[in-house]
Nanobody, 121 residues
Framework: QVQLVESGGGSVQAGGSLTLSCVGSAPPKWRVWFRQAPGEERDGIAFINFDGSLTFYDDSVKGRFTIAQDSAKNTVYLQMNSLKPEDTAMYYC?????????????????WGQGTQVTVSS
């Protein structure tokens, strides 16, 4: 099984930027970023396929976040620009996709421990 470790979270002011990294123990195949705010469900926000040729985004982050992958480093990134207070959440990357709806957490079998992002107004 793939092991995943996220990093890069932190506290920023609204309008700022952060880049999250997710290092895996194997090259990324399909990879996704989810986020979960306190009291909320875990939502898929960005998806990338094995060679980076296919990406999907949730409408809430489209145009502000960019997912990318570096197979040589077994790493997937999430570049987050124009951050808003509503982006505050724990961010998780996931692997081992079962091929069904990418933004539903039950369709991913391996998770990292998460990295916290806090955006202040």
């Amino acid at each position: 099984q793939v092991q995943l470790v996220e990093s890069g979270g932190g506290s920023v002011q609204a309008g700022g930027s952060l880049t999250l990294s997710c290092v895996g123990s194997a090259p990324p195949k399909w990879r996704v970023w989810f986020r979960q705010a306190p009291g909320e469900e875990r939502d898929g926000i960005a998806f990338i396929n094995f060679d980076g040729s296919l990406t999907f985004y949730d409408d809430s982050v489209k145009g502000r976040f960019t997912i990318a992958q570096d197979s040589a480093k077994n790493t997937v990134y999430l570049q987050m620009n124009s951050l808003k207070p509503e982006d505050t959440a724990m961010y998780y990357c996931a692997a081992d996709w079962n091929g069904h709806t990418w933004y539903l957490p039950q369709n991913w079998g391996m998770w990292g421990q998460g990295t916290q992002v806090t955006v202040s107004s």
